[in-house]
């Protein structure tokens, strides 16, 4: 009779441990299980949303705090007028007025960027009058030029100053921030031609009296 060796054959107590062994697939996890796994997940969910709206929070705080901290911007405020208005003088009028000493041209110019409004022209002299056309106040656009005519009378030929070399023109100036008066001096074609047209309104032997003899 000859032996040999078959097939192992489980032993006792074995077959029941091995087929326990190895993972538990396709058998349905308990209740207990997949309501842990849900709650998980909704406290997940939870906590990124909390955590998204907290970012967004802080980086709303910290845009409305730069924004409140920002430097303010400077209002705009507009060169004082007499810096950007200029006065020329033209020419005489001729023949004057009949009842003007004296009538010229004057060429007003504004390089502001807004309008400049010329509120008045005068002159210093008490025995001298001045009348302009067209009636003040006359508006000058931004970059804008306007001629006015300067009617000058003489109201008292005693105290006329026939020659007062450099003589001026007082202007009144307002750009609706600032108003200010300023003496423009025209130059010296005005001044030899007011002088001419005064000494012809009011001549020197005008002025002269006969002294009795003593």
Known sequence: MSGGIGPVEPGEGTAGR?????????????????????????HRRAVLVLGGLTCAAVLAAGAVRLYADRPRPVPYVPPAPSQVVSLSYLEPV???????????????RNASAGPVAVEGIDQPSRA??????????????????????????????????????????????????????????????????LSVALTRACPEDRDMTDTPPS
């Open 128 to 193: 001298l009058r001045v009348m302009i056309r067209p009636p003040l106040p006359v508006t000058v656009g931004a970059g804008e030029a306007r001629e006015v005519v300067v009617r000058i009378l003489a109201t008292d030929c005693v105290h006329v100053a026939r020659n007062s070399g450099l003589p001026f023109l007082e202007v009144t100036l307002s750009n609706g921030f600032r108003k200010e008066r300023h003496s423009y001096i025209p130059g010296d074609r005005y001044a030899r031609d």
């Open 18 to 42: 091995e087929s326990h062994e190895g993972p538990d697939i396709g058998r349905p996890a308990p209740a207990a299980a997949r309501w842990a796994r849900a709650r998980y997940a909704r």
């Open 94 to 108: 001729e023949p004057p007025p009949a009842d003007a000493a004296f009538a010229f041209t004057v060429r007003v």
